[in-house]
């Protein structure tokens, strides 16, 4: 049974960074694209960031770009998100994504979410 387990999250002021991770276990993950996905109260679930198996390729939602990176430990089987320059608009709950990876990562699995609140 595949397991992806958020952590990371919490309370922060506008400005401030954080670094979320995920850890996946129950399957072996070589090629395959991770990734997170946020959701915002009364809004749809949106893509943050993904990268490939060897990390040589990610994709980043233009509302995050210069400021959010993604990054893999593959020896680990986890996979980051280094936020800085936190904005109240980046609130959401956070979510982990695996799965194939096509030019852009192909959701087969999802982890149950990491919440992240930004104050200003």
């Known amino acids: 049974q595949v397991q992806l387990v958020e952590s990371g999250g919490g309370l922060v002021q506008a400005g401030d960074s954080l670094r979320l991770s995920c850890a996946a276990s129950?399957?072996?993950?070589?090629?395959?694209?991770m990734g997170w996905f946020r959701q915002a109260p009364g809004k749809e679930r949106e893509f943050v960031a993904a990268s490939n198996w060897s990390g040589g390729s990610t994709l980043y939602a233009d509302s995050v770009k210069g400021r959010f990176t993604i990054s893999r430990d593959n020896a680990k089987n986890t996979v980051y998100l280094q936020m800085n320059t936190l904005k109240p608009e980046d609130t959401a709950v956070y979510y982990c994504a695996a799965g194939p990876w096509y030019s852009g990562l192909v959701v087969n699995y999802w982890g149950k979410g990491t919440l992240v609140t930004v104050s200003s």
């Open positions: 129950g399957r072996t993950f070589s090629n395959y694209g």
